[in-house]
């Protein structure tokens, strides 16, 4: 803005915009309301704002994603496949709360919110409450200024609790918990309001300070006289007007003593103050995590089981878990799995999962749910539980580690399987995965019921079950509301479910003739509603059929790495050839040499209808608009370089001409 120096500036950009596309989507925007901001600041004429600041600003911001391109156009193309590319901007504008109430959680110990309730984490020090009214009192600073500050500050405030100002801050979509992640970019510029008025405060006089600490003091009765909050108890307030009051001294003192030595023990006092803050809060308002040592102390348990799968077949497959840590496990200690959380997902997988009744929202979607049936689809071969009490005729256990146990899958499909052609999951059974496998096993031209409903009963909130015959039950929830259930009585013992939604299907084991398990539950809140769930009975007859079926042709020989894989097939007779591999627009598939389009089963997994004969697979997947990304990228490298080049003889020539 004073020197036209941009380099620093666009580069910068580039890294925020290349590490994390989506924070940089509100960092850009902050930077076009602070670049406004600073234009009115500086005084500028408008010949120099039309023909310098806008378009330098207009150039190197440009000029900074177009750097960042190689991955922001992937990235663009890969949400546009998920359920946050439907941009659905709001009909009419609506406000969550009021701006008093936003400003009571700049006190101490105000819960940190982490769900759906839009409330900012702004807490940044309690000082902060002292040192705004200082800023505003200080002559010293121009009116112009402070304006200008309020405003955007103001603004940000505003977009906190306004329905359409937050859905654009997010990138044109509403944040999945953890809201207002613009919050940082508020608490910057408050700080640096902070920060201007402490180093000004000895050319203030102490009445100042004593008004800014009473004005804090009538923000308290304020805030306790129309915030209504659960969370904003006599203790918060008097906890936060305590250290503010230590502040104020501390304050008064040193705009007041010219003694270096006393300053020298009252900068120890206020960063002891800050301290002591700091771990109170923390101590009071974070995040319940596990330590470190637990988190992952099994990590080398499962890299050596998952070494061990590798010894016992080639090819490619997935490995799943009966009980998970978080929602990326396979991410986490590196082997292939059927889950993952991302913002970027498939939204398509997602889609499949629901309707197999298996865990998924707008940015996960999770093995958990998957019947015998549909984890053979998704061509999961191994499991990893923390007991040994998983073992019957669908898990065989093979090894252990730790308290880690590795089961293989007994039924299973191989990664390229056949059906007749044309087959594909039949429409309709919204929240009926069970029956639409069914449905599935009777368009295969198998006789016989895979999944029958069984008698279960309610008692009280719960669902109980007799089993009348030994073998693989499941369960399903048939009402929304649900999010945790408990089973007790099964073979572990107890098993417990989350992430539960109308639908959501339930693994209950391997039960004895006439052992009975229990449904609970497992919210714990007293208006949690009753649980409403059938139960079914797997025949495995059907099962054993239904892959045989699937299995007598499959494709063999497959070769796999990270963006290639490689396969052949001999088709005795015409069928469907599914890949347990969802489509992406970056697949390019090629068949017998020659570039082939395949069909979608279930509207995710890719297929080919294939006629008899000998075919061989090559496919290789490359993101859409990696090519864009690169050009683009170049081409802004060499432009900001050659910018950079230009302006340095233009410099040195001026530098000449003064001496």
């Known amino acids: 803005m004073k020197d036209g120096r941009c380099g620093l500036y666009c580069i910068t950009l580039a890294i925020s915009i290349y590490t994390n596309y989506y924070i940089s989507i509100m960092i850009c925007i902050f930077l076009v309301l602070y670049f406004l901001l600073l234009l009115v600041m500086e005084r500028k004429g408008l010949r120099d704002i039309w023909k310098k600041n806008i378009p330098h600003f207009a150039l190197y911001s440009l000029l900074a994603g177009g750097m960042a391109a190689v991955l922001l156009i992937p990235e663009v193309c890969a949400i546009l496949q998920t359920d946050f590319g439907d941009m659905d901007f709001p009909e009419k504008i609506e406000s969550y709360f009021s701006v008093l109430d936003m400003l009571a959680r700049h006190c101490m110990c105000v819960y940190t919110e982490r769900g759906l309730d839009h409330w900012p984490n702004i807490y940044c020090g309690s000082a902060v409450l002292l040192f705004v009214p200082l800023y505003l009192m200080n002559r010293h600073i121009s009116i112009r200024e402070k304006f200008c500050r309020m405003a955007l500050a103001g603004f940000l405030l505003l977009s906190f609790g306004t329905n359409m100002l937050d859905f654009l801050w997010h990138g044109l979509n509403y944040p999945d918990s953890l809201p207002a992640r613009q919050s940082f970019l508020y608490i910057f510029l408050v700080l640096t309001m902070c920060y201007d008025a402490f180093r000004r405060v000895r050319e203030t006089d102490g009445q100042q300070i004593l008004y800014g600490y009473l004005w804090a003091v009538g923000f308290f009765l304020f805030c306790e006289k129309f915030v209504d909050h659960e969370d904003f108890e006599w203790g918060v307030k008097l906890l936060t007007l305590g250290f503010v009051s230590v502040y104020a001294i501390l304050l008064y003192l040193y705009r007041t003593r010219d003694d270096q030595a006393l300053h020298k023990g009252l900068a120890v006092m206020g960063l002891t103050m800050v301290v002591a803050e700091c771990i109170l809060n923390t101590y009071a308002t974070s995040v319940g995590t596990v330590s470190r040592s637990a988190y992952l102390g099994q990590q080398e348990d499962y890299r050596a089981l998952y070494e061990d799968t590798q010894t016992r077949e080639e090819g490619i497959y997935r490995v799943e878990k009966f009980t998970r840590k978080t929602k990326n496990d396979g991410t986490l200690t590196g082997y292939p799995t059927a889950s993952v ?45 923390e007991s040994a009490d998983y073992e019957n005729g669908l898990y065989t256990l093979l090894a252990q580690s730790g308290d880690i146990y590795l089961y293989q899958c007994n039924a299973v499909l191989p990664f390229g399987y056949v059906a007749p052609t044309g087959f594909d999951l039949p429409e309709g059974y919204e929240n009926q995965g069970l029956k639409l496998q069914n449905r599935m096993v009777k368009e295969l031209g198998i006789e016989g019921i895979l999944f029958q409903q069984v008698e279960s009963e309610s008692r009280g909130d719960n669902v109980e079950f007799t089993a009348q015959k030994g073998g693989y039950y499941y369960g399903i929830l048939t009402a929304s509301g649900t999010g945790k259930v408990d089973c007790i009585g099964g073979s572990t013992g107890e098993e417990k479910f989350q992430d539960l939604k109308k639908g959501s299907i339930l693994y209950l084991g391997y039960l004895e003739k006439d052992q009975t398990i ?33 299995a007598k042709q499959h494709m063999e020989h497959v070769v796999w790495d990270n963006d290639t894989l490689t396969g052949s097939i001999a088709m005795e007779k015409a069928g469907r050839l599914i890949l347990s591999v969802p489509y992406e627009a970056g697949w390019r598939v090629l068949v017998n040499g020659e570039e082939a389009e395949g069909e979608l089963f279930g509207g995710c997994l890719m297929a080919f209808d294939l006629a008899p ?14 090519g864009a990304g690169i050009g683009v990228t170049i081409i802004s490298l060499l432009m900001f370089v050659g910018l950079m080049v230009l302006r340095r003889p233009r410099k040195a020539l001026l530098s000449s001409v003064k001496d």
Do not use: W
């Open 613 to 626: 004969g000998e075919y061989q697979f090559e496919m290789q997947y490359v993101p859409e608009g990696l």
């Open 341 to 385: 959380f991302s913002s970027t997902l498939n939204s398509q997988v997602m889609d499949l999962y629901k309707r197999l009744g298996m865990r998924h929202s707008k940015v996960y979607y999770g093995f958990d749910g998957a019947t015998a049936l549909t984890s053979a689809m998704l061509n999961v071969h191994y499991m990893f539980g």
């Open 518 to 550: 229990t449904l609970t539950n497992g919210d714990q809140e007293d208006e949690s509603p009753k649980i409403q769930a059938d139960v079914f009975y797997m025949d495995e007859a059907v099962l054993t059929q239904v892959l045989a079926l699937l």
